[in-house]
C-alpha cells in the first residue's frame, strides 16, 4: 500500500500533464476525490484536465473546480490519467476507455469488485471513499489542505459514508473528516449545500415514488420504483432520486431495499441496499453489476413485472 503510495507520488512528481476521470452517473464520492485530486495537482503546478462523462449534478456544482470539468477529452497528449472510484474500468465512459494518449495509468478506488486494469492500482476496500486514498496521497506528499481541496475530500467521505451512517464509516474517515474541519471546513455549510438544498420537484417525485413501496420475502426485503411517467409528472429527473432506496432500507425489518429506475420502456436500473450482513454486491455481480457490500446496482433489462420477478428470486434465495 505506502509501495504503491510512493510509486503514485514519484508519477506526480516527475510528470507535468495530467487527466482526471471518474464514473458515469457521478456521486458525491467521485465528484469530491478526482476535483480534490484536480485541486491538489494544481496547486503543485500541475497542467490538470478533469474530463467526466456525465455532467457535474446540480447538487455538486458547489465543490471548487466542478466548473472546469469537460464533456469530451481534449485532442492531445498527457503524461498521466487518473481514474477514480469506478469499479471497472469500463465505467469511466466510452471516450476515455478509447483514448490512448496517456503514457502513464494509475487507478484510485475502494470498491470490493475492482479491477487491476491500470500501471499503478492503489486500491483498497477498506477505505471510506476514494477520496480518502486522495486524501492518502496527498498527506504522504507532505501536502498541507488547502481550503479548496479540504471540501472536496470532506464531501467524498461524508456523501460515501451516507454522513457517518454506513458501516464503511471507519476510525479512518472521522479522522480524515476531522482534519478537513481543521483545515477550515465548516460542516454546516456542506451540509447545507447537500441536504438542505433540494428542489421542490423532487420532493413531488418521492411523493409518487413512495406509494409503489412492496414488501416481499416476509418483510425482510422491499423496493419502490420510479417510472418515466413519474419523471413527466413531477419535471424531475433521475439525478434526483438519489437517496430514494433509503426510505425502503430505512423501514424496521427490512435486511436489503430495493430501487428499480426506469431507463427505457424496457429496460431498468436496480440499485441495492443493506443493513448489516447482507452482500448485495452478491445480487448485482449475478445480473451483470458492481457495487460494494451494502450498497450496489445494475441494469436490466425487461417490462417492470419481468424486471421486479428476476431480482426479487436473486434477493428470495440470498434471504
Ligand atoms: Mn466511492
Redesign the pocket.
Known sequence: MTETIQKIIEVIRSNSSFLITTHEGP?G??IGSSLALASFLRKLGKDVTVHYQDAVPDLYVFLPGADSVLPHIPDRHFDVSFVL?VGEKKRAGKEFCCFLRVTTTVNLD?HLSCENFADYNLIDTQAA??GILVYRIATAYGYTFDLDTALCIYTAVIT?TGSFHYSNANREAFTVAGEMIESGINAWYVAEKLYENQPAKRLKLLSLCLPTLDFFKEGKAASVTVTSDMYAASGADAELTDGFVNYPRSIRGVEVALFFRQLEEKKFKVGFRSKGNVNVATFSAALGGGGHHNAAGCTVEGTLDEVKAQVYAIVERAL
Open positions: 456521486d464520492d467521485a472510484d475502494h471513499a476514494t460515501d
